[in-house]
């Protein structure tokens, strides 16, 4: 079903950030600044404000479907984007769910920018065959390191894209930051770089770049695309203000 403005529905699963920074409050101001309609399922609460992180709570795999189910009876989406997430379990859980009918973004958040650790150990088995179900992961260089369990950034890159598409973002990156590389299943590696110079660090810079990659595919654009089209929406993004709280004003599109 297509709502009266023909946008077309994206659907992300994440946590509810009561700052509105990051999670699916993010994720809905993505979505419906660049032009589509987010419909959302909570998959934890967390207290916290753009500075500091106390704890977490995880809603059963089981609630994250029953609201999924919900909104499939009504709404009818192309894209799927999953953020912040219990375990491997409960991802896997939700992904069999949704089936192959979707194309599946994972932002692979591993601790939260105030410097809360969500995650301790991954079990790479289960960790290969879950990537070979998702259409795009997009960690930044700490988190491809922790899913590879390898060190060196190469390596890393090799064997995520030999099992998905990896956008491998750079604002960790000390030799290259705020510039992403796109590794494509079909063994393509693409630069993509930060298109404005004021660019500067922001909570929840990850969810805003991962929720703009799929509304941009939901409306069309191919993988290369969506990636250069919200990387610009992200780079204008982080420097729309100085401090670690940005804007989705209209003027960030200039």
Request: hydrophobic share 35%; aromatic share 8%.
């Amino acid at each position: 079903m297509m709502n009266k403005h023909n946008k077309k529905y994206v659907l992300s699963i994440g946590g509810f950030d009561p700052s509105g920074g990051a999670g699916l409050l993010a994720d809905n101001k993505t979505i419906e600044r660049i032009g589509g309609y987010g419909i959302h399922a909570i998959s934890a609460l967390t207290y916290q404000n753009h500075n500091s992180f106390e704890q977490v709570e995880w809603l059963d795999a089981d609630k994250i479907i029953r609201a999924i189910k919900l909104l499939n009876e009504e709404y009818d989406y192309e894209v799927v984007k999953i953020g912040l997430i219990q375990n491997l379990d409960v991802l896997n859980y939700i992904v069999d769910y949704l089936g192959n009918k979707y194309k599946i973004i994972w932002d692979p958040i591993v601790k939260a920018s105030a410097g809360f650790e969500f995650h301790k150990v991954i079990n790479q088995t289960e960790l290969t065959t879950l990537l070979q179900k998702i259409y795009l992961i997009c960690p930044n260089i700490d988190e491809a390191k922790f899913l590879a369990s390898k060190e060196n950034l190469k390596d890393c890159a090799s064997m995520l894209s030999s099992l998905c598409n990896v956008l491998l973002t750079g604002g960790h990156n000390k030799e290259s930051i705020g510039t992403d590389t796109l590794y494509t299943l079909r063994g393509d590696k693409i630069d993509i770089h930060n298109s404005n110079p004021n660019a500067t660090d922001k909570h929840g810079s990850g969810c805003v770049l991962s929720s703009a990659i799929a509304t941009f595919l939901s409306n069309g654009d191919t993988l290369l695309d969506a990636c250069k089209n919200a990387k610009n929406y992200t780079s204008n993004y982080l420097a729309s203000h100085p401090s670690l709280i940005g804007y989705h004003a209209e003027h960030i599109f200039h």
